[in-house]
């Protein structure tokens, strides 16, 4: 072991203070330790220290650090000054390691701007300031040197602020604590073979070597920049491969510096990190303990205050941006500074010209391509630039390749193996559109990561001829297709822009723009390959990719023969208008869907301002509202539509207004119309009153929670003389008794409805007496009537029973819900004993019904009743109530098909009752048995009826312990037995949902 003169703190003081047990463990970690490979001073003393850490011994670690740092400073203090540099002129920048890396940084940042707008970024870095204050060394917590991820899309500004960081560390402007601060660029890495760390950090100035090490073997305070991690081009599996545990020892630079990130070398130094989001979760394996600080670019004072010293002019400043921000998407873009530069040169020459700037902002390929255009604008008189035909082709190629195989950076033996050759790029360099890195001179990069994504989308459409040393380099570059899969999209997020702005140049027009510009030649055959079905399948591509994605990629086409042949195989959609993009898009495609005939359609809430909003409000409405008139138009025009869902809608009072009037003048044949949780609450009064008249209406179901006043209107629906409604469904509104008295009337009118579902209302047993007097009227045609949780009591069972017997077209009646109890099941049972009576389906869902109440159904059932399916669920049956209704199902004149007995508190000891009563019951078809702990010894009972070819059962749903083997064997034999039988394991709540609801109403 290590002296304590040697370990540079005294060891001997500090063990005394250790149990004997402490001592002994103490020297198994040591031992431990001492067999990795030999270690320097520094490190022997570190080794020490965490050997404290592992016995939990913190107080004696703390005790070796403070000692360890101070004779640190004094030898560091004592080799500056042997080398002639004082321990102030150190601190004062003016070290030879410091000098140099100023020189290096000031040089990076004047040129890592394009021209003449470098203050414009370079005030932009002043905000990010205030991220930094964890550099300070006074105000850390905690002894861990902190791990600081900076992320952020591309173009944002970290690497900016990471030099800018440097620089101000080389100047002391920003007043931080660290002695040393290295710089790694990780585009600087891909070409380095296997060196030691020390010769990474300091190969720049590979003479101070020596300084460097001592730096790191004194363990000062240390900062170290490791920029771009996205950048590198081995996957986190090959860094993790091996380690290095010293600073040198010679490794593959991955290793050195995933053992940098992982705290293998340098421990004690604070790292920052800067990578794009697609490799985050890669990166957090190979930390501890990170902090994650996400960095958005410009925000909204930044682009207002960009845009006004572009423009020069306020009014002009206000009017581009404006502009830009109704188009989403592109307002997200211009976060990036390099973008909102495109942005703003773009604008501001349209401007200039005259054109009209809300339309061009709403396509972002326009802008995009308008940029690059007008970099090679030719003269006049002159013809288009043949000589730009193959540099754009080899630059489209290069970036299809990277966007592909995810690299930012590429060097000059990619440029090889593709069979570019660096003069064919000369054009681009030269306006800036692809640059040389100042950093690393052999290696390039595009200006930004979506003037990439705009070339990569030109290498699908241009004409492009066999070039000798490009065999295969297309290889790693997937189809049209793998551009829109998912899986593509899910490993390379990038790619979705991609699709985006290839739509935009199947617009003619831009297209020749293209060849106009770089005399190039361009090829639509890539519209049919979108168009058409896979080699093998007969659906159609596009109708594999997200409705969304498709509507959003048409409108950026602007061409309306596009959208037409695309929307063809369509025939029914859901639309979610989350934002004024999907509005927009959606109106350009719907009136393009001749053969659509189902549609559903959801408004997010702040797509149409709120009619008490300002003025701000206003004028978005009055943007909006010409594409949701467009929208709305196709109601009026296309008459394959029949069914129209209208669900998790937030309007505003113009947005109803023209949907009201596109649907009461249309010409379709709405046959189906679903209205649920619509705002604001008299939307559903209006829109309920444009669907009056309707011959071909048949279905109308209206839900939420906002429905007040809405019966008057409805009575006046249901009395137009033209009304055709067989279906009804009304859900939780508010109604007076007299209002439901006027509704109930104007039911007798109607000679069409046969179903009417009225769930979820307070209507009481007064207004259930008075929907029995409309029960009882000869001219009533209702054959199915639910009237689910209506706070109905024993009360209304009295009208009910007499109101079955008169009337004779009434087959299916759901009480669920209410509070009947046993004496409304027999007063209900008085009316069902009546031949007279023609109830087949009763749903007594949850009404409070024990034994007693299933005593009186067997009573009904075990005589010839017309009742054929029961739901009892939610009930507390029990043991007793099981018994009365095997006795029931015993007798030849029971006619139930159907029994539902979900959660009924059913055990194994009725299982026996039942097992009888299936054995000789020849007509019931379905039995629901779900969340009722019968347990093994209640199937194993069951399985005796159960295996014989005999028995009728077709449908048998169970709770069932999947993990008992015992019962996965039993049910595997019940199968191979009876194969006609199916047996359902309850994995449903049907607390929401109960299981007999799809064989009852609508």
Known sequence: MASSARLNFNLLALLEKLSQDELSKFKSLMKAFSLQKELEQIFQAEVTIQAFDKMNRHDLSKKAKDELKGKQKLVHNMSLEKGGISPESFRNGIDPQRRYMKNKLQEMWINNFWPGDSDKVHRATKKYEALVPFFD??????????????????????????????????????????????????????????????ELVSKDYPALQGEVALIFREALEILIVVDGFDEMRVPVTTMISDICGHVCEEKPVPILLSSLLKRKIVPHATLVVTTRPRVLQELTLLLEQPLFINMEGFLEPDKQVFFQKHFGDEDQALQALEAVKRNEALYSMISAPVVCWVICTCLKLQMERGEDLTLTCQITTSLFLQFLCDQFQPAPDDRPSSHLSAPLEALCLLAAQCLWTQVSVFYEEDLKRLGVKESDLHPFLDKGILQNDSDCMDCYSFMHLSVQQLLAAMFYILKREKKEGRDGSEQDIGDVRKLFSREARRKNPDLAQVGLFLF???????????????????????????????????????????????????????????????????????????????????????????????????????????????????????????????????????????????????????????????????????????????????????????????????????????????????????????????????????????????????????????????????????????????????????????????????????????????????????????????????????????PECKLQSLVLWHCNITSDGCEHLSKLLRQESNLTHLDLGLNHVGVTGMRFLCEALKERLCNLKCLWLWGCSITSFSCRDLSEALSKNKKLITLDLGQNSVGFDGIKTLSEVLKLQTCHLQTLRLKIDETDPHIKKLLKEIKESNRQLTIESDHCDSRRKRPSSQDFIF
């Open 504 to 834: 935009g140049l199947l617009n003619r027009k831009r297209a020749q723009e293209v060849e106009t510009t770089f005399g190039c030649q361009t090829s639509m055959e890539v519209k049919q390959e979108l168009l058409q079905a896979k080699p093998g399948e007969n659906i159609p591509f596009l109708e594999l990719v997200e409705l969304r994605e498709v509507f959003s990629c048409l409108y950026e086409s602007q061409e309306e023969e596009l959208a037409e042949e695309a929307m063809v195989p369509f025939e029914e959609m859901s639309l979610q208008l989350r934002n004024n993009a999907d509005l927009m898009n959606s109106s350009f495609c719907l009136k393009h869907c001749h053969n659509l005939r189902r549609i559903s359609v959801q408004v997010a809430k702040g797509v149409f301002p709120e009619d008490d909003a300002e003025d701000k409000g206003s004028k978005k409405d009055h943007y909006l509202l010409p594409f949701w008139m467009e929208l709305c138009s196709t109601f009026d025009s296309n008459m394959s539509l029949c069914d129209l869902d209208i669900s998790q809608a937030f309007f505003n009072s113009s947005s109803v207004q023209i949907l009201c009037e596109k649907l009461a003048s249309a010409t379709c044949n709405f046959q189906k119309v679903v209205l649920k949780s619509i705002s604001p609450a008299d939307a559903y009064q209006n829109l309920c009153l444009a669907f009056s008249g309707y011959e071909t209406l048949k279905r109308l179901s209206l839900q939420g929670r906002d429905q007040d006043d809405i019966v008057p209107s409805l009575c006046e629906v249901l009395r137009h003389p033209k009304c055709n409604l067989q279906y009804f469904r009304l859900e939780s509104c508010s109604a007076t008794t007299q209002q439901w008295a006027d509704l109930f009337l104007a039911l007798q009118l109607s000679q069409s409805l046969i179903c009417l579902d009225l769930t979820d209302h307070e209507l009481l047993d007064e207004g259930a007496k008075l929907l029995c007097v409309t029960l009882k009227h000869p001219k009533c045609f209702l054959q199915r009537l639910s009237l689910e949780n209506c706070h109905l009591t024993e009360a209304s069972c009295k009208e009910f029973s007499s109101a079955l017997i008169i009337n004779q077209r009434l087959t299916h009646l759901s009480l669920a819900k209410n509070e009947l109890g046993d004496e409304g099941v027999k007063i209900l049972c008085e009316g069902l004993h009546y």
């Open 137 to 198: 060394l006074n105000t850390r917590k905690g002894s861990l040197a902190p791990t600081v991820v900076l992320h952020g899309p591309a173009g944002v500004g970290k690497t900016t602020l990471m030099k800018k960081l440097m620089l101000d560390w080389t100047e002391g402007s920003l007043g931080l604590s660290f002695y040393h601060a290295f710089y790694i660029s990780c585009k600087e890495l891909t070409n380095m073979g296997p060196c030691k760390f020390l």
